[in-house]
């Protein structure tokens, strides 16, 4: 079964056998989707989205009393059980059969408003998150809220906040988790934050007039291709459409020729001996935007075959049973062979010379270097890479290029692990390229990402792809402007990179608008929801064209020192990395609190402080911090340039006072102060002053 096509089944089904339960539907519609356990336990009461007494929507699901809100999300079983927070009843998520499976709640209520959730959750399983998913002109979008670092036997507090678009429709609340395990929901909660927008007062999004933007492709025609990743509702709306076809000159499929999309469940079980090695594929809902994409002239990048996400688990098992043995290497390599080689073949049957570039492979080193630990590593082996890119080559025609495409390749201890993989995989022949996906920040810095893609075209002498290019609109006064300045800045250096000669090919786009976007919340795309043009998208024209933003009269940094002691409401500390934070009495250096930044996965997870305000001044800060590692820092947060600004001995496990000075630049659009140390250990903070240094 494909997911967006189950998902979207799924979501109708569970909108149907909530009104299906108020009307009286048989028991059998229900027991089709999500099974249910015994009489007492069953969660077979679902109402829509209570509203508190002043009419304003609000879910607020414990799990005690007799009627929950909580829906079945895909084969699921859910029961009430006694091992909730503090003694109370908490939902139990079980039988999940994929990660997307989990628990659904409705929430059409909340539409066009700014919401936030709040949950306790438990589970095995290393991550759980907080997802909404809501279609946009009959586009189903699946975003996290929160991702929250479970895995441990108690549960987890799950903090997030949603921006839902006004033009959403069929929204739903639901929580996933990465893996397969159990889990345990109390206490969940969804609110209105900030002033709530009754369903009357919000406009549905007009399309702005697009006749007179200047064209992307037409700009960039003497450096490369421009590329945008659209759905099935881009090509259905004649105004998004439109806008594609003047703008860019390549595509990719945000989801639709992902392994998840076509590999089709129900006839690969049809018949299981004849199978076994061979998956069978149906590629329908692919098939509107690839027809669309031929009839306009469009190149087209494949994306993607070999890929731990979006891809079913239980093409990895023997029998296709996720309860049985996992295939063996043998079997593994017959299916993946099968796969590269069917998927090629159908392309090239029913659209011949469409595609210009395929992901082989998507994402197969891990963040902290080594190979992801997929399973397809799992049960093919280490070479299992090697092995994709050689049947890609045997397969595939031979004008279309094989790229490896990964995200957070421009840092240089992850770029070093992608070279030494595909080192031997170029040297056999069988690598034509690297996508460098572009999920990034305005933090990072444009000539960074130009070293690293310069370094991946000299060390492996392939071409250069910029994939899913989608920058988060950055948290400042001048938000809008200092994304597209960042824009303008990085497609200068990319116009400068190919002029000096890098085989820089294409730079795409990960989505058209930013209420199409993944990351809607970020706003991260060069066009709003009405396709009205951002900065960001003049920022990419005037990389060309050389004129400039009009930067935004603001008021005057404030320079006032930050003094946090932990003592009173609110805060300004935020987590970096997985780390959680929270204030407690069971240490403080000075007053009754002090702040704990524990749940780290990673020596630089920590605690972070914006020092924005303070750029092009120098400061003094201090701080107070106890912890049992041996040592801790105060570093700098410029995303590939973290500088130390102080290391201390912290092995006497006392409070240790820790200052420094510091000139912060004044090229960057953001910068936090934050605090580490070389290991996972907990770190309490105390008493952080940062000011300028002409005042102290
Ligand atoms: C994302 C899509 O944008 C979402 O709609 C989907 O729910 C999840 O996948 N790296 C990739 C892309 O290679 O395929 C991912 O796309 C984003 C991260």
């Known amino acids: 079964m494909k997911r967006n096509a189950l998902q979207q089944c799924f979501c109708r089904t569970a909108i ?108 095995a399983g290393p991550a759980t998150r907080i997802s909404i998913q809501y279609d946009v002109d009959g586009n189903t979008t699946y975003n996290w809220i929160v991702s929250v670092a479970t895995g441990s036997d108690s549960f987890i507090t799950a903090n997030g906040a949603y921006d839902v678009p006004g033009n959403a429709e069929n929204i739903i609340i639901y929580i996933e988790g990465d893996t397969l395990d159990d889990i345990f929901l109390d206490n969940f909660t969804a609110e209105i934050d900030g002033t709530y927008i009754a369903p009357d007062a919000i406009a549905a999004p007009a399309s702005v007039d697009i006749s007179a933007y200047p064209s992307l492709k037409n700009l960039y025609e003497d450096y490369f291709h421009m590329g945008v990743a659209i759905n099935p509702a881009i090509v259905s709306n004649e105004n998004f459409s439109s806008l594609v076809c003047s703008q860019f000159d390549s595509i990719t499929l945000e989801n639709n020729l992902k392994p998840e999309s076509i590999i089709d469940k129900e006839a690969t079980l049809a018949d299981l001996d004849a199978n076994r090695s061979q998956l069978v594929l149906d590629f329908t809902t692919a098939k509107a935007e690839l027809d669309w994409a031929a009839s306009q002239g469009m190149t087209i990048r494949g994306h993607t075959l070999i890929w731990h996400s979006q891809t079913p688990n239980w093409i990895f098992y023997k029998d296709y049973d996720i309860n049985g043995e996992l295939a063996d290497r043998t079997l593994m390599l017959t299916r993946m062979e099968n796969y590269i080689k069917d998927v090629f073949a159908w392309a090239d049957t029913n659209y011949p010379g469409l595609f210009s570039a395929w992901d082989i492979v998507n994402e197969a080193i891990a963040d902290n270097g080594g190979l992801r630990d997929s399973l ?93 290019l989608d920058i988060v609109m950055p948290n400042t006064p001048a938000a809008e402007y200092d994304q597209g300045a960042y824009h303008q800045n990085l497609f200068s250096t990319f116009i400068e990179a190919k002029k000096a000669g890098i085989p820089l090919e294409s730079v795409s786009f990960w989505g058209l608008t930013d209420t199409l976007s993944w990351k809607s919340n970020d706003k991260p795309l060069l066009f709003r929801g009405d396709l009205s043009a951002k900065p960001a998208f003049y920022g990419v024209t005037y990389a060309i064209t050389g004129e400039s933003l009009e930067a935004p009269s603001l008021p005057e940094a404030d320079l006032s020192p930050i003094e946090e002691d932990f003592e009173g409401s609110s805060h300004l500390a935020v987590p970096r990395g997985d780390a959680s934070l929270k204030v407690v009495t069971d240490e403080s250096q000075n007053g009754e609190h ?50 130390n600004l102080v290391v201390n001995d912290t092995s006497s496990g006392d409070w240790v006072l820790f200052e420094g000075t510091y000139l912060v630049p004044d090229d960057v659009i953001a910068i936090e102060l934050y605090f580490e140390t070389e290991d996972t250990t907990d770190i309490y903070v105390d008493n952080i002053t940062i000011k300028l240094a002409d005042e102290s």
Not at 392 to 413: M, T, V, W
Not at 605 to 617: L, Q
């Open 16 to 123: 149907f056998l909530l009104l299906g339960c108020m009307t009286g539907c048989s028991s059998q519609n229900s027991a089709s989707e999500g099974t249910l356990s015994s009489e007492d336990t069953l969660v077979t009461e679902v109402a829509p989205v209570s509203e508190s007494v002043s009419g304003i929507p609000a879910i607020n699901e414990n799990f005690e009393g007799d009627s929950h809100l909580a829906i079945p999300r895909g084969d699921t079983v859910l029961e009430i059980i006694p091992d909730g927070v503090n003694n109370s009843n908490a939902l139990k998520i079980s039988n999940r059969t994929d990660s997307w499976n989990g628990v659904n709640f409705e929430a059409d209520a909340f539409r066009g408003n700014s919401i936030k959730v709040n949950a306790a959750i438990k589970s």
């Open 376 to 468: 397809w590593r799992q049960t093919i082996g280490d070479d299992y890479i090697e092995q994709a890119f050689a049947f890609a080559r045997k397969y595939a025609p031979a004008d279309i290029e094989l790229f490896y495409n990964d995200y957070n390749s421009y840092q240089g201890l992850k770029q070093g692990y992608i070279i030494e993989v595909l080192e031997p995989i170029a040297a056999a022949g069988n690598l034509d390229g690297v996508g460098m996906q572009g999920h990034i920040s305005t933090s990072v810095k444009p000539e960074l990402f130009i070293k690293a893609l310069e370094k991946y075209a000299n060390q492996l002498n392939v071409v250069i792809h910029v994939t899913e």
């Open 594 to 643: 002090s702040l704990l930044i524990y749940n780290r996965k990673e020596n630089w997870n920590g605690g972070m402080i914006d020092i924005t305000n303070f750029k092009g001044h120098t400061i003094t800060f201090s701080a107070y911090v106890k912890t049992a590692s041996p040592t801790a820092k105060i570093s700098a947060n410029i995303d590939g340039v973290w500088p």
